[in-house]
Every structure is written in C-alpha cells, then in structure tokens.
C-alpha cells in the first residue's frame, strides 16, 4: 500500500472571491474541493470548476454562514429572526433540532446535485457534523444519496491540532460522532489534518494509507469581509499551494495525490 493525500478546500460558494481562489488552487495540488449548498448564485460560482472534473467535489453541510435553502419557518431552531443562520457554530448545533437539520442538510445537497456534480463525500463548514447527533443526520445522508465516504476528526486529531487541555471539553462528542462514523461502514481516510508547517513536515513519516488535508485558499473580497473571522490567511494559503515549491514538497515527501473518489461510490 502506498501514502495517499487528499488536499481539500472547504467552503467553495461562501463568496466569488472564496471560490475564484479555489479553482485556482484546484489547477495546481488542491485535488478536492466541498460545495456550500445554500450558496445564493450557486450555479455562477460552479462554472469556475469547468476544465476540472478529474477532481473531487463534495458537499460542505451548513448550519453557520448565510442561510438556509429551506424557507426559515420549516427550520426554526436554525435561524436567527432575520432568517439567516447562527453565526457561532456551537450556538447553532446546540440549538438545531436535528430533523430540520436533516431537511435543510437534504436540500443543500438537492441543489449541489441539481446542479450536475457528482458527490464525493460530504463534510461541513465548521465540522458541524461532528457533533454526534448531527453526525447520525450526516450518515443517513450519505447512505440514502449512496455517497461513499465521510470526514472524521477522532481525539487524535484533536490533539495533534491544537492539544489536548485546550479541547478537553470536546472530546467526548469528538470521540462518540468518531464511533458512530466508525461503525457506520462509510469509508473515510485514516488522519485529518490542517495545512500547516508541522502537519507539511510530517508528511514524510506518515506510514502508507490515505490521509485528509483541509484547507481554505481564496481571495479575499468585501463579502467575506462582511461574513468571515479567516480573512488574508485564505490569500497566504493561495499562494503557498499554487507555488511550485509546494508541489516539490509534497513530491519528497512521498505522498500520492488523489481526491475522495478512491473511495468509490
């Protein structure tokens, strides 16, 4: 068995400057990206992938950025009274009921799908589907749209981000949504990991297997301005993987580029 990278983008469709970024970003080693369904001119901000359907497409499940597809008196416990959705994720699964979550989660991927693509996977902006309820809506989505595979974040991964004592109180939740993925029989790669120095670094020592990058490349516009806390590091994150010295690096390190379709489906 040979060491497999998936690099993946989240949040294409937040804004155009967002998803300019990232199809740029797909011209070079980022091998997947994961589509927000509620993306008000979704159809627009979807021509920038023409040219790269040998890459992987998912759907990135929303609870915390913009608003819903649905209208907001069919999902109550996830809005606010303007009718957007809660800006803090964890003010937004604490309060989700998850059987609105489960119809608002259905017509986001309805829409990506209307659309034409393909879905690899499915993951979520702020990993929202990591809270373990919420991951049980997750599973039933990828198995009823037969969709292969899934993101897991275990206590591993936890710790290797960000350390232990500062997520402590997240654990357990990070641990049962893990069990639940687990058991579950959707496929999913062995580590998640952020594009970082330390996480580059290790590349090297990882043993064979498939192994998740996440990142956020994009160009920062007035929209996300309005709408984000991760602003210019998106920009720093473009230009380190389109740079040719990235690809090298990735290329000594031994790690195979491939996107969630290995999984099948």
Known sequence: MIKQLIINADDFGFTWGV???????????????????NSPDLPRHLELLQGLSHRGFGAHLVLSAGAPVLPSEQVPSLVRN??????????????????????????QMERIRQCGVRLTHIDSHHHVHLAPELTRVAIQLAEEYAIPAIRRLTVGDVCREAGLLRNVMFLPSVARSAMYIGQSGLKYPERLMSLSERHLSALARLAPGIYEMFCHPGFVDQELEKRSSLLYGREEELRLLTAPSFAERLRQSGVELVNYGIFGG
């Open 19 to 37: 998803s300019q970024g990232i199809a740029l970003a797909m011209q070079h080693v980022v091998t997947s990206t994961t589509i927000m369904g």
């Open 82 to 107: 303007d009718g957007s959705f809660h800006r803090d994720f964890r003010q937004a699964t604490r309060m989700a009921n998850p059987r609105e979550v489960l119809l608002e989660w259905r017509a």
